[in-house]
């Protein structure tokens, strides 16, 4: 009896389904162009030396941001221009082929995926499509989870994707010349106590201060920022230690941080918490809870969580189709005992796109896929230039170590260069961090208005 986690035909030169059949390119579909599925998509041709191998990376972005740069995207204060890489420049310098759309369905049975119709500002630009794959990696990512809290969705901004981001940048900037030009103040509101919502707390901060070198004095004073956590402490899948420092530098950077509250309702210009409270916000931003796409949940009886993560394997096939694998946010794999679900974080979607990248070409072949294997490397969070803070992983001789200043700071842009250097090569990957010293020295500090 063959083994369910190898492929039932061989680089297709065989399917037992249909027989012999004229040799073609064994089409690898990638959906998804975050952390995970775009390094699976530029390092997947090189690592398979067969001309008979065929990649496909679908998105529905026309550009890739590395997702825990997204928070600085948002408040400004670093240009997507500089920090975004172009999916049909990377296709054409990593020889894979790229689709602009979005998922909407999987058909299982024919092994195609259904494209929704694309449109741009209201304009049909393709009809509904159909994509054959052979092989299916779903790397759809994840976003806010609002639990169903009325007004989250019309009153609301996330900053999920790299579209999301650059909208919520338009609407700070817009928020803060309105209070300028009135000398009024400008109340935000960031719902959500974890890496994502005290990154951007801190940033939305060094706008504020930024722009006062840029002539916007006073703005620093005029501009609010309160963080809401339902949870009792900010930071609660890092440690203590860092949590409690990074709380402690947000306070004093004049944010006003408010935990054990959740929010049960929002309105036009307010959030409503559940002992009565009411906290007014010009601008809120939802950044709490963690789940994957609502469309997870129909893709043709895949097995899902009720936050719609797609149930894995050990070797990251799905427990449903061994042609299909899932990775990063939108999967869930428990290790462990008792079998606990591996956080949606970069360092498990980069671990688990390596897995694929290392094994794949084998288990294409014939050969036994292995069960991906976990190693927590530590975190770091990052408060921009007013410090970062971070822990060694579970491993070595420095388990649970204790970073901040400096060393923490480091520790994130090498995270960042070395992501980069993966996706472009290391000479490239260093041309481009030379590139972004010198646009440190030479352009402005934040993003300013173009209009």
């Not at 009809?127 to 794959?133: H, K, T, V």
């Not at 106590?193 to 006062?212: C, M, N, P």
């Amino acid at each position: 009896m063959s083994n369910p986690s190898t492929p039932s035909d061989k680089l297709q030169r065989h399917d037992p389904d249909q027989g012999v059949r004229p040799s073609r390119p064994h089409q690898i579909v990638v959906v998804g162009g975050g952390i995970a599925g775009l390094e699976i998509a530029s390092k997947l041709p090189g690592s398979i030396r067969n001309a008979s191998i065929a990649v496909t990376l679908v998105d529905r972005e026309p550009a890739y941001v590395w997702k825990p740069m997204l928070h600085t995207i948002a408040a400004g204060t670093t240009d997507v221009s500089q920090q975004e890489t172009s999916y049909i420049s990377q296709a054409r310098n990593r020889r894979f082929v790229f689709e602009t759309g979005e998922l909407k369905g999987i058909d299982r049975k024919e092994r195609k995926l259904h494209l929704k119709p694309l449109e741009i500002e209201g304009r049909s630009i393709l009809p509904e499509r159909a994509i054959s794959y052979d092989t299916l990696i779903l790397a759809t990512g994840s976003e806010a989870n609002d639990f169903g809290t009325p007004g989250v969705r019309d009153h609301c901004l996330t900053i999920d994707s790299r579209s999301q981001a650059m909208k919520f940048n338009r609407e700070v900037m817009a928020h803060m010349l309105e209070a300028l030009a009135a000398k009024s103040s400008l109340h935000i509101a960031v719902v959500g106590g974890g890496a994502t919502g005290v990154e951007l707390a801190a940033e939305l901060v060094q706008l504020a201060d930024t722009s006062a070198y840029y002539g916007a004095a006073g703005l620093l004073d005029q501009v609010k920022v309160t963080l809401i956590e339902s949870g009792p402490n900010l930071l609660g899948a890092f440690p203590d230690r860092v949590a409690i420092a990074a709380r402690e530098r947000i306070e004093k950077l004049g944010v006003t941080v408010l935990t054990g509250a959740r929010v049960v309702a929002a309105e036009a210009g307010c959030l409503r918490l559940a002992d009565g409270t009411q906290i007014n916000a010009g601008l809120k931003v939802w950044a709490a809870g963690v789940k994957a796409s609502d469309a997870c949940a129909s893709f043709d009886g895949l097995e899902v969580t009720s936050n719609n993560q797609i149930v894995v394997r050990p070797t990251l096939q799905t427990t449903q189709d061994p042609r299909i694998f899932a990775v990063g946010d939108c999967s869930s794999l428990s290790v462990g005992d008792p079998g606990r679900p591996l956080p949606p974080a970069a360092q498990v979607a980069h671990q688990q796109a390596s897995h694929l990248i290392r094994h794949l070409p084998g288990w294409l072949e014939g050969k036994e896929l292995p069960s991906f294997s976990y190693r927590d490397f530590g975190s770091i969070v990052s408060l921009g230039g007013y410090g970062a803070y971070g822990s060694l992983g579970q491993f070595g001789l420095f388990t649970g170590g204790f970073l901040r200043g400096r060393v923490a700071q480091l520790g994130h842009v090498l995270l960042y260069r070395s992501h980069q250097s993966r996706l472009h090569g290391f000479w490239r990957g260093g041309l481009i961090w030379l590139a972004d010293m010198i646009n440190s020295h030479v352009r402005a500090r934040i993003r300013l208005p173009d209009r």
